[in-house]
């Protein structure tokens, strides 16, 4: 059974700094990994998408990585401002049979003025 | 704007009665999900559809039911509410290398 595990769980940094979210999974055999955000209340935003055959992707201020084989993937923030205060989400799909998502339980983003 | 839609966002139901969450999404994809998000569980999958027709189990099927209505609309219909289903109710759609979107919940809390 695919596990998610995301560290930290919680994170409080001042504005300005780069930061790096981090995501291992338990089964290498994934068809692709996807980051969200969410915000207290609400629902998921999609930020990245990388397919298992790709090594990273980027988006304004964010890049995220995949290391396939080793079960792991980095979201890194740049220049982080308190607008990116959120949960931040992990999910993976596998590359057989029935394409959920398996998720991680968040890392909480709390970034300080 | 195109994306999943959600109905309602918020529900208060007594234990025992039942209810239909709606969900429709004009992406034309294949696929549709029901998540339900709970403190400390994170997200976890009640049912799925890969295609118009078909539907399957997830992680937490009991006390729910499905219907893929058409390729547009999935709805997820409690029976008989218990206070264990209160929770947030998120459905998703996805197609191949699109990844995911996801509607903006539904919060539902049984007394």
């Known amino acids: 059974k695919q596990e998610v595990t995301q560290i930290p769980a919680a994170l409080s940094v001042p504005e300005g700094e780069n930061l790096v979210l981090n995501c291992s999974f338990t089964?290498?055999?994934?068809?692709?990994l996807q980051w969200f955000r969410q915000d207290p209340g609400k629902g998921l935003t999609s930020l990245l998408l990388i397919q298992s055959s790709q090594r990273e992707q980027t988006s304004g201020r964010l890049n995220a990585s995949l290391d396939k084989s080793s079960g792991r993937s980095t979201l890194y923030i740049a220049a982080s401002q308190p607008g990116d205060s959120a949960t931040y989400l992990c999910a993976v799909t596998r590359n057989t049979g029935r394409r959920a998502l398996t998720f991680g339980s968040g890392t909480r983003l709390q970034v300080q003025p | 704007n195109a994306g999943v839609t959600q109905t309602p966002k918020f529900q208060v139901l007594k234990t025992g009665q039942s209810m239909t969450l709606q969900c429709a999404q004009d992406?034309?994809?294949?696929?549709m999900y029901w998540y339900r998000q709970d403190p400390g569980m994170g997200l976890r999958l009640i049912y799925y559809?890969?295609?118009?027709?078909?539907?399957d189990k997830g992680e937490v099927p009991n006390g729910y039911n499905v219907s893929r209505l058409n390729k547009r609309e999935f709805s997820l219909r409690l029976e008989s509410a218990a206070p264990s289903q209160t929770s947030v109710y998120f459905c998703?759609?996805?197609?191949?290398?699109?990844?995911?979107?996801f509607g903006s919940g539904t919060r539902l809390t049984v007394v």
């Open positions: 559809s890969a295609s118009e027709g078909t539907t």
């Open positions: 992406m034309n994809h294949n696929s």
């Open positions: 089964d290498s055999a994934i068809y692709n």
């Open positions: 998703a759609s996805s197609a191949q290398n699109y990844g995911y979107t």
